[in-house]
């Protein structure tokens, strides 16, 4: 069965901090991974996708990520965070010919000055 | 910018009203979504169409239907609302299966009294 883990629920991070936001997941064909953002009483914002190629992708706002087959793996990291990065993160997977995604339950990041 | 717009941000209804959600979509995207969020539960998702007048049962279905008459719309509808309802409706859209790169509307806040 389809499924996206993503462990931790909340993580708070100091400005100018790195971050890692890690994403499990569990698919029987090969996938495709997304990263999507939201902020607070808004809808989900594509910062990064990956379908096939190199494994690390780059996206909007300083993001990337990273894809490890061999762990299932899709963690989304950023060198510096910023203040205006303090929202929930979501990871999503799908496959070639699906229709939707899956997605895991999200990341709350806040920002401490 | 391309965009998917619902018509309401906040709507509260009464239990057993007839509640209509709005989505209009500028893309041309031949497939739109409709999810529901919850705390601690992700998204999860209640119907899709990949064409005009085609819908799917997603994971929720249960007390919802939909409408696309139109490509650019697509309508969720709750025949008799009830509390257990009141949640985060967002709408999506894409334009091929299995490239996800969803794009999101800013969500509808439904609140069944």
């Known amino acids: 069965a389809q499924s996206v883990t993503q462990p931790d629920i909340h993580i708070t991070v100091s400005e100018g901090a790195s971050l890692e936001l890690r994403c499990n997941y569990s698919y029987g064909a090969t996938p495709y991974l997304f990263w999507y953002v939201q902020s607070p009483g808004q809808g989900l914002q594509l910062l990064l996708k990956?379908?096939?190629?190199?494994?690390l992708v780059q996206g909007i706002k300083g993001f990337e990520a990273e894809f490890k087959r061999s762990q299932s793996s899709f963690n989304l990291r950023k060198p510096s965070v910023h203040w205006s990065d303090a929202a929930e993160y979501f990871c999503?997977?799908?496959?070639?010919?699906?229709?939707?995604?899956?997605f895991g339950t999200g990341t709350r990041l806040t920002v401490i000055p | 910018d391309v965009k998917v717009t619902q018509s309401s941000r906040y709507l509260v209804k009464r239990t057993g009203e007839k509640v209509f959600l709005e989505c209009v979509q500028d893309m041309d995207h031949e497939n739109m979504f409709w999810y529901r969020q919850d705390p601690g539960l992700g998204l999860r998702l209640i119907y899709f169409s990949y064409d005009v007048k085609m819908k799917e049962k997603g994971d929720i279905p249960e007390g919802y239907s939909v409408s696309r008459e139109k490509k650019e719309r697509f309508s969720l509808i709750l025949e008799s609302a009830s509390t257990n309802q009141t949640s985060m409706y967002l709408c999506?859209?894409?334009?091929?299966?299995?490239?996800?790169?969803?794009?999101f509307g800013s969500g509808t806040r439904l609140t069944v009294v």
């Open positions: 990956y379908f096939s190629g190199d494994t």
């Open positions: 999503a997977v799908g496959a070639r010919g699906a229709n939707n995604l899956f």
């Open positions: 999506a859209s894409s334009l091929t299966r299995g490239q996800g790169g969803y794009t």
